[in-house]
């Protein structure tokens, strides 16, 4: 199982932007699928984003046009640039790389980072 720790959260007024980091300890070239989840009080946890081993990218219809999921492999790094923040983002956002034995996926997770959007 890889570690995964995320950066870059914080309190941000409405519009505004933020960029998450997800550092992985080691290779997340070999995942199936590397992304960021989110977790609101009182919601189910949500695909917020990810990139798929053969190049699909998924985005949630409310992020769409807005946040862009990006990797660095050589640095083990998953990125989140969310710009046009709502006060709906407000959430804890979890870094996730997916590993799938045969047809069983295997989870490693972060331990998330808070994003608030307020004024």
């Known amino acids: 199982q890889v570690q995964l720790v995320e950066s870059g959260g914080g309190l941000v007024q409405p519009g505004g932007s933020l960029r998450l980091s997800c550092a992985a300890s080691?290779?997340?070239?070999?995942?199936?699928?590397v992304g960021w989840y989110r977790q609101a009080p009182g919601k189910e946890r949500e695909l917020v984003a990810n990139m798929v081993r053969g190049g699909t990218t998924n985005y949630a219809d409310s992020v769409k046009g807005r946040f862009t999921i990006s990797r660095d492999n050589a640095e083990n790094t998953v990125y989140l640039q969310m710009n046009g923040l709502k006060q709906e983002d407000t959430a804890v956002y979890y870094c996730?790389?997916?590993?799938?034995?045969?047809?069983?996926?295997?989870?490693?997770w972060g331990q998330g980072t808070q994003v608030t959007v307020s004024s």
């Open positions: 996730n790389a997916r590993a799938l034995v045969v047809i069983t996926p295997y989870d490693s």
């Open positions: 080691g290779s997340i070239a070999s995942f199936y699928a």
